[in-house]
């Protein structure tokens, strides 16, 4: 199962038919607060984070550094490796800093994109390709 966290639904709605289409059942929450209860509780089922960086700090992320929420995703990608240290995790968002991708370019068990920059089709390969080398690569350890 995929998990997909971000606060912009209307505009994840062809990402999330291509996923679907493409045989892969996606659990989508619209809030931190509501993404990381369903994370806890269902870890073992989840194959896959795909996370926004730009969202909404919500109750649990309210007393940390999100810059007014466009560093949100930064803070909840760090909270998820602490304890999901192997997790895959997909960045999926509109943040155009290069210093931002190139921080998540440089972690393991993860990938980042932009939204502008990958039609729903391409998300959907991706997540076929990222999954098979991790996989691939849980085998070989």
């Not at 996370?51 to 109750?59: F, N, R, T």
């Not at 929420?69 to 997790?87: C, E, H, Q, S």
Request: proline share 2%.
């Amino acid at each position: 199962m995929i998990l997909m966290i971000d606060d912009e639904k209307r505009t994840l709605d062809s990402y999330l038919q291509e996923l679907a289409l493409s045989d892969f059942t996606v659990r989508y929450e619209s809030s931190v607060d509501a993404g990381l209860k369903y994370l806890e509780e269902n870890s073992g089922d989840i194959e896959l984070l795909i996370l926004d960086l730009m969202m909404p700090y919500g109750q649990t992320f309210n007393e940390h550094e999100t810059d007014k929420g466009l560093r949100t995703g930064i803070v909840f990608y760090k909270r998820v490796r602490k304890t999901f240290a192997r997790l895959p995790v997909m960045i999926l968002t509109n943040n155009v800093d290069e210093g931002v991708r190139r921080i998540f370019e440089q972690e393991s068990h993860c990938r980042f994109f932009r939204k502008q920059d990958l039609l729903p089709f391409e998300l959907a390969a991706e997540v076929k390709n990222f999954l098979q080398a991790e996989n691939q690569e849980g085998a070989t350890s």
